[in-house]
């Protein structure tokens, strides 16, 4: 079983950075890409980028383009989200996940990381 765990989340102040981290340990797997999202209490959660590990594609959504970049190591182990511009709206419950074939579901999921981007 696989399972992922972020990183990085805290506390900072509009357009600061962080950094996070998404580790997935237990039996190996080579995934079909991972991903990251995000959550606020009260809201669905969002789709913020992704990487695509057939062709290396990535997609972020509009809000963040720009500013965030996904990456990921060449072992599919890793991936880290570098967040730079860092917007009071940006605050959320962040989550990294997998999806294992192109046509399968978001998961495993972690646990989630908060970010929390003061004004």
């Known amino acids: 079983q696989v399972q992922l765990v972020e990183s990085g989340g805290g506390m900072v102040q509009a357009g600061g950075s962080l950094r996070l981290s998404c580790e997935a340990s237990?039996?190996?797997?080579?995934?079909?890409?991972m991903g990251w999202f995000r959550q606020v209490p009260g809201s669905e959660r969002e789709f913020v980028a992704n990487?695509?590990?057939?062709?290396?594609?990535?997609y972020y959504t509009d809000s963040v383009k720009g500013r965030f970049t996904i990456s990921g190591d060449n072992a599919k182990n890793t991936i880290w989200l570098q967040m730079d511009s860092l917007k009071p709206e940006d605050t959320a419950v962040y989550y990294c996940?997998?999806?294992?074939?192109?046509?399968?579901?978001?998961?495993?999921w972690g646990q989630g990381t908060q970010v929390t981007v003061s004004s």
């Open positions: 237990g039996r190996t797997f080579s995934p079909y890409g």
């Open positions: 990487i695509r590990y057939t062709d290396g594609r990535i």
């Open positions: 996940a997998a999806r294992l074939r192109w046509d399968s579901s978001w998961s495993p």
